[in-house]
């Protein structure tokens, strides 16, 4: 038996692979980067060396949590240098993990922060000498099912990855995919073989701490599922400076043909390549690639076999054409074969050739491309699925079903007998495949569709998604969200944000939310709806209610507003107060750093309409009725041409100063420059807008006696400083911002401490108290308050001098309830409008070009 320094000095006759005994050879070469430093291959090899002597030179079975930590990386190596074959599983599904400990029985447990569990000395297992790598098959995670493969599998395929993409020295990989995806694991063996550097993170591409490590790191590529892709878009990856960066990979589903184009021609702009690659795990990782000149001319195509692989195309009886069939890969990459159980582990090499599943034709450029897949697997999300063997989960579970795949979902038909739930089915699927719930359609039949020969017909099966009208939401929940935002199309995954909720719509959605789930989780408006959970039922007799501080301020601010100007009490600053809360809430709802630049702008662009229209609307109706109003107000124009003097004619300068600061916000951050440094700078950004604003505030510039300024001009510091407030996540920020606030509002009205204090009260009580002690009767009317409160304002000029002679009490009453009532027309029209111009989109769409 080869002792563990005789492994890692590469001894003649030793199977295992190349890049995880040679590591030393590479010197003092970075391998490891993480935000905290760098580990050299020496460091590296020295630590591998350690960890293998303390596996032992007995082979036993280890299973791995996956995790890009040098812990987990280096016992990983160590394994694989000292012959113990690793079962890697995935580090973010403990489910998975108990599930293949309890099926295949390991000798060594090692978990996600490195830690092992010896758990006997000597193997339980007869291990085939050639075994060392156990995966998981393609969306079957946590399932029994693995994919075997042998030393040669990893280094052949490792060769060959390097040498097509031409992984040199000097490049750093950055690891966006997970260490136990085959295609994530295979960028780790082919730059550890080449003795590139590894940049180890588990952040998203959507966070832009990976970018800044990136960056920091001179990172030269990193890898993508078409899924990253959506990500990238978000972002505005395009804009992103990234002056290292060589190539981008992309395998794990095929990505649409106008992606894979503009990528390609995004990279030919800025410097880099797109490599477009298809893989299997049952083929270590990878099958094919598309040189990346042939991107923007042949987007469809899977390419080329690797290097030292080949393709054949065997006859499909479905797909008769010349040169089209399923696709049957040959290379020493491909694995040894399945197991499902601990006994098949000692098995050698069963599968010689690998039958994709896919049907693919050779074109006469001599690429070939996937045209459809056999009928038998599916390709869901980049997840490759076997209905089989959902067939017989299923049956396991007592029902009977056919199973078909189509692009974006698996059809499941069941037959009634026993009265299956679809949600039942569903959650089955689901929890096995690794599917989102929305990829898996489930319909209840009297009968499985036969042919006449007694088979299934699984065409009749596929067809039944085609035939099936829009699904119900599929909760409680999602009816509710469908019911406020009028959007038919809410699915478990939606967001409040995701689906275009604004401020507008937001209070009756929290307060609903409230009602239901007895709370509101923190950042309930970002969260997907299956991630809202409901309590255990209250205790009888329990009554305890928050309110929102935000839709609280509201509420009480224009209550505030309207009774001051009626005289009935004297309480000023809520108009002020509510442009911090418009700036809070527009940071809230349209700059999440998931939403891309195009969609915050239609967002905005959305929420300014619904201030606008029916603003418009009501000036329109009482212009002719008073001379209190000019045309200036028509179009809201009077703050900026007057006429100054008229003390009536300012009654809108709210509606006038939101309206311009919303549109003036939008503007700027439809601008890539903007848009890009707020997703870096997001508390940066407003406090400096702030601080910009404070040069009109204390007019600075000395025009406050020549000319006129408009009220958004002055006032929009403090529209910045509620942007800021929401922005702020840290303690340290949140008291920038509230000092920024009580140093500046104080003297903004001369002679006033008692209106400015009542604007500072406000804006501490918005960035320190997300809730306050409420009641279902008072949240109830404030929710009520709140969402209508633009439309109080409004309105209630005309409405309370009707009244105000007989009561002012009675006035202030007549005027809430005014611009409520008015504010359920607006909605309601804005509904109107808002399906009129899709039918008028959809319309234009259907004409011929």
Not at 54 to 64: E, F, I
Not at 201 to 228: E, G, H, I, N, Q
Not at 502 to 528: C, R
Not at 724 to 745: F, G, N, P
Request: glycine residues 8%; hydrophobic residues 45%; neutral net charge.
């Amino acid at each position: 038996m080869l002792t563990p320094s005789d492994l890692l000095s590469g001894r003649p006759g030793d199977t295992s692979p190349l890049f995880a005994r040679h590591l030393a050879a590479h010197g003092d070469r970075p391998a490891l980067l993480t935000a905290d430093g760098a580990l050299s291959y020496r460091r590296l090899a020295e630590k591998v060396t350690r960890t293998a002597a303390r596996l032992g030179t007995h082979r036993r079975l280890v299973l791995l949590t996956g995790a890009h930590t040098t812990d987990v990386l280096v016992t990983y190596l160590a394994a694989l240098a000292a012959g113990h074959p690793v079962l890697l599983v995935p580090g973010d599904n403990p489910e998975a993990v108990r599930s293949l400990t309890a099926a295949y029985d390991p000798d060594v447990v090692v978990s996600a922060d490195g830690r092992l569990d010896e758990r006997r000395a000597v193997s339980a297992h007869e291990l085939h000498p050639d075994l060392a790598l156990l995966l998981s098959t393609s969306g079957s995670t946590g399932s029994p099912k693995l994919v075997r493969l042998s030393y040669d599998n990893l280094q052949a395929n490792a060769e060959s990855i390097a040498t097509y993409l031409d992984i040199r020295e000097d490049d750093r990989a950055a690891t966006s995919l997970p260490m136990h995806y085959c295609y994530g694991l295979s960028v780790i063996n082919s730059h550890l073989l080449r003795g590139a550097g590894l940049v180890l993170t588990d952040l998203s591409v959507a966070d832009d701490a990976f970018w800044d490590l990136f960056r920091a790191a001179r990172a030269t590529t990193f890898a993508a599922v078409p899924y990253t892709f959506d990500l990238l878009d978000r972002i505005g990856f395009a804009d992103l400076s990234l002056p290292h960066l060589r190539y981008i990979t992309q395998a794990g589903g095929r990505l649409a043909p106008d992606r894979v184009r503009h990528y390609a021609e995004l990279g030919r702009r800025e410097g880099w390549d797109l490599y477009v690659m298809y893989g299997q795990t049952e083929a270590t990782a990878r099958l094919a690639y598309l040189p990346p000149h042939l991107a923007t001319t042949h987007p469809s195509a899977i390419g080329i076999p690797i290097p030292g692989g080949s393709f054949h195309l065997e006859p499909h009886p479905d797909w008769p054409t010349e040169a089209t069939g399923e696709l049957v890969y040959s290379g020493p990459n491909v694995m040894l074969g399945y197991a499902e159980h601990p006994r098949d582990l000692a098995l050698g090499r069963t599968t010689h050739d690998l039958h994709t599943g896919d049907i693919a034709r050779r074109t006469p450029d001599g690429l070939y491309e996937i045209v459809g897949r056999n009928n038998r697997f599916a390709k869901i999300l980049g997840l490759r699925i076997d209905p089989e063997r959902v067939e017989a989960l299923l049956a396991r579970h007592g029902f009977r079903a056919l199973c078909a795949g189509r692009d974006d979902e698996l059809v499941v038909a069941v037959s009634d007998v026993g009265g299956p739930a679809p949600e039942t089915v569903r959650r089955i699927v689901t929890g096995e495949c690794g599917l989102p719930a929305r990829a898996v359609a489930v319909h209840v039949l009297p009968e499985l569709p036969r042919l006449a020969t007694g088979k299934p017909d699984y065409e009749a099966v596929r067809k039944l998604a085609a035939a099936a009208p829009a699904p119900e939401p599929p909760s409680d929940l999602c009816r509710l969200y469908a019911r406020i935002l009028d959007r038919p199309d809410v699915t478990e995954d939606s967001s409040f944000v995701s689906l275009g909720g604004d401020s507008l719509s937001y209070v009756e959605m929290s307060l609903n939310l409230e009602q239901a789930l007895g709370h509101l989780p923190p950042d309930w408006h970002t969260k997907p709806i299956r991630d809202l959970r409901r309590p255990a039922p209250p205790s009888k007799g329990s009554r305890r209610r928050t309110l929102e501080t935000g839709i609280a301020l509201r509420a009480a601010a224009i209550v505030l507003i309207v009774g001051s100007h009626i005289h009935v009490f004297y309480v000023k600053g809520g108009a002020h107060l509510l442009l911090a809360v418009a700036g809070y809430n527009l940071a809230r709802f349209h700059l999440t750093p998931s939403a891309e630049r195009r969609e915050r702008v239609r967002h905005g662009l959305r929420s300014i309409a619904r201030i606008v229209l029916p603003s418009l609307a009501w000036i329109a109706v009482v212009v002719p009725l008073t001379d209190d109003y000019g045309w200036t107000n028509l179009f809201l124009l009077h703050s900026v041409l007057g006429p100054h003097a008229s003390e009536t004619a300012m009654h809108f300068w709210f509606i006038e100063a939101l309206t311009y600061i919303l549109v003036a916000a939008v503007a700027l951050l439809s601008l890539r420059v903007v848009d890009r440094t707020e997703r870096r700078f997001p508390f940066a950004l407003p406090m400096s807008i702030a601080a910009l604003g404070l040069m009109t505030r204390y007019d600075l510039l000395g025009l406050g006696d020549r000319v006129h300024i408009p009220s958004a001009v002055v006032t929009f510091w403090l529209f910045a400083l509620g942007w800021a407030a929401a922005k702020a996540e840290s303690t340290r920020q949140r008291v920038l911002v509230t000092v920024v606030a009580v140093a500046t509002i104080p003297g903004f009205f001369p002679g006033e401490p008692f209106r400015d204090a009542v604007i500072a009260a406000g804006f501490v009580l918005l960035v320190w108290v997300r809730s306050v002690p409420s009641s279902g009767v008072v949240n109830s009317v404030a929710g009520v308050l709140a969402s209508g409160s633009l439309y109080i304002y409004l309105t209630h000029w005309q409405i309370y001098p009707l009244i105000d002679d007989v009561s002012g009490w009675l006035a202030l009453v007549a005027a809430l309830l005014f611009g409520i009532g008015y504010a359920a027309v607006a909605n309601r029209g804005m509904r109107w409008l808002a399906g009129v111009w899709a039918q008028r989109r959809r319309g234009a769409a259907e004409l011929p070009l």
